[in-house]
């Protein structure tokens, strides 16, 4: 593991995608957070520190060593309506790692499932990054890559699980979904907070997949970047 690249992320012309990016820590090619001793129960175990130097999620003067702990920053996001936050930990792509502040771990792919949202046959979930929401760092609908990306606050992903559901998982499908230019000429685009919703306004024509990957069933096909994210969900807001 080395932390001690810098992380970069340099705006494009409508801020996302980036002009340049480059992740603040990368994962050797066996590294994956997610390790077990017996086959079948697994521990999600980020690498947070070593020599090279820190995970760029701690905050300020947030680990000690003699206590063995940290402090991480989180991400605000939504749930079925409702501010969830969690945590970055790992991207298997540098994009998503860079964007994050999270350890670029490309084996963390090899988690079953790609774009798919089955108990018995999935690692996954999705998150669902709006690329083009709302902008304006005082907007109240604000949201999306390109607004966080200019510097205007979190992209407020939505969750397709929380801690509890029977299916959760931190394993994260990235499923990025579009505005369309139609639904922005209506006046349509706003702050987006439940996964339904945003497969109804897909298979209705006002969202598009901002993927390459294959098409997420449970989300009306709305498709996967492919990309995974390790961000466990810690708050859920009532």
Known sequence: MDFSPTRIVVPGPDAF??????????GDPDYSPLATSDG???????????ASGLHDSIVTNGIDFA??????????GFYEGKRVQ?????????????????TWAPNLDAAPGLASF?????????????????????NPQRQGLQSAVAGE??????????????????????????WT???IGRGERIRLTDHDTVADLFEDGLLASGGGGPANYSLGGLAALPGISNCPVVIEFD
């Open 17 to 26: 995608p980036p002009a340049e990016i480059q992740a603040g820590a990368v």
């Open 67 to 76: 206590k063995k702990q940290v402090t991480l920053n989180t991400l605000n």
């Open 181 to 183: 230019q139609e639904a």
């Open 153 to 178: 606050g979190d992209p407020l992903n939505i969750t397709q699980v929380v801690p509890g559901d029977k299916d959760y998982t931190p394993i994260w499908d990235v499923t990025p979904a579009v």
């Open 40 to 50: 079948r129960t697994v521990i999600n175990a980020t690498q947070v520190a070593n």
């Open 118 to 138: 089955d108990r018995d046959t999935s690692a996954r979930a999705a998150i669902i990054p709006i690329v083009n929401g709302p902008r304006g760092a005082d």
């Open 86 to 102: 969690y945590l970055h930990q790992d991207a298997s792509v540098e994009l998503v790692a860079a964007l994050e502040g999270s």
